[in-house]
């Protein structure tokens, strides 16, 4: 079973930044991709950043430029940086996991990222 801890959440004012990480533990099977969705209230959850194994990244429309995802596959931790912040990044943002042989898909329990003067 693997577990997925984020830090790093908070309030920013806008044109801020913050940092998010996730650590992934639990499993002795390599994990394969890892990434942040994020959910805002009244919305469904959408992806923010995704990163495979060996570094490949995407990113959602709407935080290209600004995000930036990185992971640390000997510590098993994956990165979001996020720059310029505005309101309606305001959302929950949840840190996933998944592994090569493993259909299951996990999540962390998410963390509160509020955008506000």
């Known amino acids: 079973q693997v577990q997925l801890v984020e830090s790093g959440g908070g309030l920013v004012q806008p044109g801020g930044s913050l940092g998010l990480s996730c650590a992934a533990s639990?499993?002795?099977?390599?994990?394969?991709?890892m990434g942040w969705y994020r959910q805002a209230p009244g919305k469904e959850r959408e992806l923010v950043a995704a990163?495979?194994?060996?570094?490949?990244?995407e990113y959602s429309d709407s935080v290209k430029g600004r995000f930036t995802i990185s992971r640390d596959n000997a510590k098993n931790t994956v990165y979001l940086r996020m720059n310029n912040l505005t309101p309606e990044d305001t959302a929950v943002y949840y840190c996933?996991?998944?592994?090569?042989?493993?259909?299951?898909?996990?999540w962390g329990k998410g963390t509160l990222v509020t955008v506000s003067s």
């Open positions: 639990g499993s002795r099977f390599s994990i394969s991709n």
């Open positions: 990163v495979t194994s060996g570094g490949d990244r």
């Open positions: 996933y996991a998944d592994r090569d042989g493993d259909p299951k898909e996990y």
